[in-house]
């Protein structure tokens, strides 16, 4: 079955760099999350797209922004890179109405140096 | 506001013996999803369970059991003849049931199994 797609799986960046995010959801899921995992930490929501409009936003910083596309692929947008923004970044995917349940992606590592 | 609480940090255990990790959530909401996800040494992170919160019934999945408590607002998870490839940390999450729900997720727990 298909699966939520994360690209990269692992992305190296410099301080004040820009980084690009991908997530294509499972075929027919309508809405992507985004969640940020910090080392030894718990997932934390960044933002949430339903029907290609955003839905919520957690804690997500000025510098990073995010879109859902027509094709239902959400792209995460990271400017001026910080080193405490070295962490996993997940994506996951539902049918909107019916949370029964997220699939994630395996996860993008950024690092940044 | 919804929040989880994984009080356990760490947990070790040797091979074969039975586990439980706690969870307890708090929630305004009259209809909730209780989740548990693993995450390995891997990083991604496993689905194992949604729970919808009118539905209090205990369920089992092979060597894994969860344990629905409204009254005590609590969904542990226990493991029973617990393996290596069990080690993981575990988070326990809850949703509301509207559109487009987030997941609010516990801090973890951290299951050391070993020989």
């Known amino acids: 079955a298909a699966g939520v797609i994360q690209s990269p799986r692992h992305l190296i960046k410099e301080k004040r760099e820009t980084a690009t995010l991908k997530c294509y959801p499972i075929p027919r899921h309508d809405t992507v999350y985004w969640y940020q995992q910090g080392p030894g930490q718990d997932p934390q929501f960044l933002i949430s797209?339903?029907?290609?409009?955003?839905?919520d936003k957690g804690s997500i910083p000025d510098r990073f922004s995010a879109q859902q596309f027509s094709d239902y692929h959400s792209e995460l947008n990271m400017s001026s890179l910080e080193l405490g923004d070295s962490a996993l970044y997940f994506c996951a995917s539902s049918l909107g109405a019916k949370t029964n349940g997220y699939t994630f992606g395996s996860g993008t590592r950024l690092t940044v140096v | 506001a919804q929040k989880v609480t994984q009080a356990q940090t760490e947990i070790s255990v040797v091979e074969k013996e039975d586990v439980t990790l706690d969870c307890v959530y708090e929630?305004?909401?009259?209809?909730?999803?209780l989740f548990w996800y693993k995450q390995p040494p891997s990083g991604e992170l496993v689905f194992l369970i949604r729970r919808n919160s009118f539905d209090e019934q205990n369920e089992i999945s092979g060597r894994y059991s969860w344990n629905f408590q409204k009254s005590t607002s609590s969904f542990n998870f226990t493991i029973t003849a617990s393996q290596v490839v069990d080690s993981a940390v575990y988070f326990c999450a809850l949703s509301d049931t509207g559109t487009a729900s987030k997941l609010t997720f516990g801090t973890g727990t951290r299951l050391q199994v070993t020989l």
């Open positions: 797209f339903y029907e290609k409009m955003q839905s």
């Open positions: 929630t305004r909401d009259t209809t909730y999803y």
